[in-house]
Structure formats: structure tokens, C-alpha cells
């Protein structure tokens, strides 16, 4: 498999469930927004020139939770989601996609208009409502996380979704000051191994 990677992206989720399950792969990295990632043989991977895409024989796919879905119910042999009858399972689906349903929008309009426009196009009344839409949607998530370690039973999918998208709010600007459970989650989740590699390649 090869994995196509930026620092501080979606592709950060990949590198971590590959190193999860051990799983050998390539990686062609990155910068945000690098011109290679606009070059016509790269949007041939991902048509928006965009990362995470990942390239297995002749599978070429892209989205990121999209991606997690295929090395799980393909390489992963039952590890890191529940079984299908398990009382489980209904959470283990509802967090893996709540993060792209709900915490990443405000995200990337925070990104948007304190990083990516020139100062002269930022709106701060933007950024700023963007910022009260992300601590309500990281209230749902305190909430669900009150006596769990993980989001569906045991560590699976929907944390290095879910989870990867609690950490990066924090590191945007959300508040976890007010959400203790979240904090301990954030930082159990930076505790291991397999996402300090995937965060620093």
C-alpha cells in the first residue's frame, strides 16, 4: 500500500490505523499545500488534489474515513471494530462519522479564516462562530465520554476518526478546559505509540 501524507491532515488517521495493525505501506509525503498536490498526475489519484489517498494494487481510493472503512473490513481480521451483533457496533458507526459530520466543518472554516486567507479576507465574526459550533459539537462527545476509555467498547475505528478530530480541536482553538473527559481521552489517545509515529512522519 502506499499512502499519500501531509503533516497536521485527515492522513495523519491512516498512517495511524496502518501502524495500529502493523501494516507495511509507502508514503509520498507532503506539504499543505504543496503545488505538486495540484500537478495533473496527482489529481489523477485524488481529483480535489487533496490528502489523504491511498493506492493498494489496483485500488486507488480516497476520504479518509472512507479509506479506514477499506484497510478494516480488508486487512484487519476482525481488530478495531466491534462485530456487527455487538451492542457496540451502532456507537462504533455513529463516531466514526460524526467527526465528518460535525466537528470537521467548523475546523475548516476556522482554518479558512485564520490560516489560509490572506489577513485582508479573514472574517473573525466567522472564525468566531465557527468556534462556538465546534465546543457544541465537542459537548456531545464529553457527554458520550463520561466513564468510557473509548468511543465503542474497546479502542477501534471510530477513535482514530473521532478521536483524531477531538485532538486537532484542541489544537485549533476548541476548549477542553471545560470538558475534562475529553482531555484525559485526547491525551490517552497521544499516549500511543502508533499515533506519536504516525504524527511525526
Known sequence: MKLYYAQNSRAVRIAWLLEELELPYEIEKFSLGDKAMR?????EIHPMGRVPSLEDGDVSIFESGAIVQYILERYADGRLFPDVNSEEFPNYLQWLHYCEGMIMPPINTI???TILLPPDR???AHAKRALKLLNQMLIVVEHHMDGREYLAGEFSGADIMTGHS?????????DLSDKPNLQAYADRLMARPALQKAWSL
Do not use: A, F, Q
Not at 477531538?166 to 476548541?174: D, E, F, P
Open 39 to 43: 500537478d495533473p498526475s496527482y489529481r
Open 166 to 174: 477531538v485532538i486537532m480541536s484542541g489544537r485549533m482553538g476548541g
Open 122 to 124: 479573514r472574517s473573525e
Open 111 to 113: 482554518v479558512v479564516e
